[in-house]
């Protein structure tokens, strides 16, 4: 008999402002097309709001996007607000339009990896799936 595998949920968040939702819907749809559970909260979210919803539906990781230029605010709320929840150890994936130079200042305050436009899809599947099966 076959052994079965995991199915892993994620929940894809916009946080902010930002209404542009467009890559968020692209990694979704790879991710539930690559076997994933997707849950999309939509946009203009608030960290709290992402927290809470993760802990709700059970999530396996968070994937956060920003094109509007407050993911140094926004992405380490979300790492706070999941913290308080008792749910420090979902990982957080960012995304969106962020400068190199942010990266390191987010995976800092907690954020496990962040990608930027042009990343192969395949690299970020291998890092949700890589994170989940922490």
Known sequence: MAK???????????PGLDGHDR??????????????????TGIRRTAEEIAVAAVQ???DAVGLSSLSGAHLQLFPEVVKALKKHDAGDIPVIGGGIIPEEDVPVLKEQGVQEVFSPGTP?????????TLCQR
């Open 4 to 14: 079965e595998s995991k199915r892993f949920r994620i929940l894809i968040g916009k």
């Open 23 to 40: 890559g968020a819907k692209c990694i979704a749809r790879a991710l539930r097309d690559d076997g994933f559970e997707v849950v999309y």
């Open 57 to 59: 539906e059970d999530v």
């Open 121 to 129: 899809m395949e690299d970020i599947l291998k890092t949700f799936r």
